[in-house]
Nanobody, 121 residues
């Protein structure tokens, strides 16, 4: 079992920045591909960004350079740096890990509990 623990959510004004973290057991992100998804109220969960265990990254089109995914294998931690945040970015953000061939495939085996991000206008 791989437990993912998220942190770093909160309330921020439009144009501000936040960094989400996702801590995992040792070597988890060296073994598994990982991703961030988000779910806004009344909407389906959607892919935000993904990173392969070897480091290649992939982003949703709406990211447009504002969001960056990274990981520190030594700390076994996944990050999501979000800049120039907009009210439409308000959502619960989830980290996920698994062995998907496609990073956008939502059927990841392991999920975090979610971190609320609220962007005020």
């Amino acid at each position: 079992q791989v437990q993912l623990v998220e942190s770093g959510g909160g309330l921020v004004q439009a144009g501000g920045s936040l960094r989400l973290s996702c801590a995992a057991p040792r070597r988890a992100f060296s073994i598994y591909n990982a991703a961030w998804f988000r779910q806004a109220p009344g909407k389906e969960r959607e892919f935000v960004a993904g990173i392969r265990n070897m480091g290649a990254t992939y982003y949703a089109d709406f990211v447009k350079g504002r969001i960056s995914i990274s990981k520190d294998d030594a700390k076994s931690t996944l990050y999501l740096q979000m800049d120039n945040l907009k009210p439409d970015d308000t959502a619960v953000y989830y980290c996920a890990a698994g062995q998907q061939r496609s990073l956008t495939d939502p059927t990841y085996t392991y999920w975090g509990q979610g971190a609320q991000v609220t962007v005020s206008s």
